[in-house]
């Protein structure tokens, strides 16, 4: 099976970090300092191709991983498997694996709540944080309980069906994911053969159950019901991109955020911009993140 999601440039290979190995696409030199990219659901490393290219000419080593059970990333089986933990884990496996104490996060959508966690849980490992369009873990637990936000979030309860939310988002050639995910972008955001490739890796079987199962892991139904769980404040270097054009987050979601990071914070507004954000307005995301590292250097 040939690979999927590949940057142009960039250098391809596994990576084990513990208990999977992850495929990483990297770009910039060997011994730059390191800027890991984590994306979302439902897309690939392949989401961060245009930041990846300028933080490599830049001179950092941008770090793409295809999260576990994306991409080309290994896939275990079983919705344990995706708890916070285990994902968290692959953070931290994935800076020691490249041979430094430390590394420049950079996360959306779940990548971003992974980012988020790790710096709040583990900030020694992580130099700076970086956020497009992602909330804190605890500001999203809060939000669910608002009701503006719960009708935008309508999706995690449908997502916790197996085999209904695969087969609903597959199905015709994957037109309920089309409406889902490409049509909530500007036109030109995802071209043809960006949607056939973003389309077919979740193809591939068993890749759309594992995409599911962070949801199913992290935000079961029960969780709708129950405080939101303690974490200790982000200290680290922070700048939060955000998107006010998202279809599926609300204002409060970011104002949420910000209460949750007591260290250094930017917060750049993206105006006019949908949730995917760094595809979208690549420039714009970009030159934020250059400027946060130049800042932080």
């Not at 089986?77 to 420049?104: K, Q, R, W």
């Not at 779940?110 to 849980?121: F, I, P, R, Y």
Request: aromatic share 8%; proline share 9%.
């Amino acid at each position: 099976m040939s690979t999927i999601g590949d940057i142009p440039g960039a250098r391809r290979r596994r990576v084990d970090v513990g208990q999977v190995e992850l495929s990483v696409q990297e770009m910039g030199p060997g011994d730059g300092v390191p800027v890991i990219l984590w994306h979302g659901f439902p897309e690939l490393g392949y989401s961060w191709r245009h930041q990846a290219a300028a933080l490599g000419e830049a001179g950092f080593l941008a770090v793409v991983p295809d999260l576990r059970g994306y991409g080309e990333s290994d896939r275990p089986e079983g919705t344990a498997a995706y708890g916070f933990p285990h994902l968290m884990g692959d953070v931290v496996g994935l800076i020691n694996a490249l041979g430094h104490d430390s590394a420049h996060l950079a996360g959306h959508d779940w990548g971003g709540s992974l980012a988020w966690a790790t710096s709040a849980l583990a900030p020694e490992r992580v130099r700076s944080l970086m956020i497009v369009n992602s909330p804190h873990p605890v500001a999203s637990a809060e939000c669910r309980q608002v009701p503006e936000q719960q009708q935008k979030s309508w999706y995690m309860l449908l997502f916790q069906f197996p085999g209904v939310a695969e087969e609903w988002l597959l199905k015709d050639d994957a037109a309920n994911l089309a409406i889902f995910v490409f049509d909530t972008a500007a036109p030109g955001t995802f071209g043809p053969d960006e949607r056939r490739m973003f389309t077919d890796a979740l193809m591939r079987p068993g890749a759309m159950t594992a995409a599911l199962e962070y949801y199913r892991a992290n935000i079961p139904p029960g969780n709708w019901l129950k405080p939101p769980p303690a974490m200790p404040p982000v200290t680290v270097p922070t700048t939060i991109m955000w998107a006010d054009a998202d279809a599926y987050m609300t204002p409060l979601l970011l104002e949420r955020s910000i209460t949750k990071v007591e260290g250094p914070l930017e917060v750049v507004m993206l105006e006019g911009v949908s949730h995917w954000a760094q595809q979208e307005a690549p420039d714009r995301v970009t030159a934020a993140m250059l400027d946060h590292l130049a800042r932080i250097a």
